[in-house]
């Protein structure tokens, strides 16, 4: 997944956490090893990936599946 900036979105989400202010936070993003940090309130995280979109004139453009997930075009759900 991606994000735009990593950082802001790491101080957002640690900011009730003690200890985890911007320099540690930058310590840790260049460390070797990945730190597990347990959020504390649980922060819930909705994905949703989608092969089509409408535009704002009604239009729908199709995208090719590039992960190959779900029902193939034609299948269950269209």
Known sequence: MRVSDPPALAEFLLRSTPGWDAAKIAAA??????????????????????????????RIAFFENVYHRGAPAGGPGR
Request: charged share 20%; hydrophobic share 45%.
């Open 29 to 58: 993003m260049e460390a070797e090893r990945p730190q597990v940090v347990v959020l504390k309130p649980r922060v819930p995280v909705w994905l949703l990936y989608t092969t089509a979109a409408a535009s704002p004139d009604g």
